[in-house]
């Protein structure tokens, strides 16, 4: 069974960071694109940074960009995402995901095939 777990939320104040991991279980996605999605209490699911398989293209929800940094390591098949400067607008579940087989990063939701449960990350003013 293929599964995505993420790790590393928290609770912490504005102007703090936190680093997220995904590490994928059941699969490799070393030739998948992968990406970090985030959803707020009442809002719909939002994309927040994207990976293509080999790293060499990334892509970022205006708000995040210079503040967070989507990477990956393919020895150990994880994805991570360092948030810097964090803000309160930033609350939400963040969730990781990753496309089945080839295909270019993307920040429509509906391009990934897998999903993880979901990590949340609250940031207090």
């Known amino acids: 069974q293929v599964q995505l777990a993420e790790s590393g939320g928290g609770l912490v104040q504005a102007g703090d960071s936190l680093r997220l991991s995904c590490t994928p279980s059941?699969?490799?996605?070393?030739?998948?694109?992968m990406g970090w999605f985030r959803q707020a209490p009442g809002k719909e699911r939002q994309f927040v940074a994207v990976i293509n398989w080999d790293g060499s293209t990334t892509y970022y929800l205006d708000s995040v960009k210079g503040r967070f940094t989507i990477s990956r390591d393919h020895a150990k098949n994880m994805v991570y995402l360092q948030m810097n400067s964090l803000r309160p607008t930033d609350t939400a579940v963040y969730y990781c995901?990753?496309?089945?087989?080839?295909?270019?990063?993307?920040?429509?939701?509906?391009?990934?095939?897998?999903w993880g449960q979901g990590t949340q990350v609250t940031v207090s003013s």
């Open positions: 059941g699969r490799t996605f070393s030739s998948a694109a």
């Open positions: 995901a990753a496309r089945n087989g080839w295909g270019s990063a993307s920040p429509f939701h509906y391009d990934y095939a897998y």
